[in-house]
């Protein structure tokens, strides 16, 4: 016979004999309390070819009267009652977003750092100082972030294929 999954109906108590195997410990009785709604697992036996008990592990006798066989069935739910066969859809996610957002940082960063460095090459800016190059990288920064957020970032949306 098989193992299966059995639960329990009743709370009871089932003994068990402990083994010691010395000469100087004898054999011990206890008792093993099973309660209401435990699962357990075990092999249902017959006596003349009718079930008599449930062997749980090599020990424990279960009575058939407090235990019920435990039944799994697979739910399917569906709007007419029928079961109809899933299709598989396969999305793929945009390629690392936040990769979009560091690229679009970091070029504009740079773009704003060479912007205001050519300005002051050129004589657009009369004082030279580096404050505004920092200031130009970070505008940079943050207008490269802009733009890859509006006009990047909303237009690539998941692909479904089927």
Known sequence: MAIKSYIVTQSFKTPLVRVTGMAHKPQEIRFKQFRKGDIVKGELKHANNKPAFVLVGSQLVVPLNAVKELVTKEIVSSADGESKPQEKVKI???????????????????????????????????????????????????????????????????KTEE
């Open 92 to 158: 793929t996610p945009n390629k690392d977003p936040k990769m979009k957002y560091l690229d679009a940082v970091i070029l504009g960063g740079l773009a704003g750092f060479g912007g205001v460095y050519l300005a002051e090459k050129q004589g657009w800016i009369p004082n030279v100082d580096k404050k505004n190059r920092i200031y130009g990288a970070l505008v940079g920064a943050a207008a490269g972030l802009y733009l890859v957020y509006r006009f990047k970032m909303n237009k690539a949306k998941p």
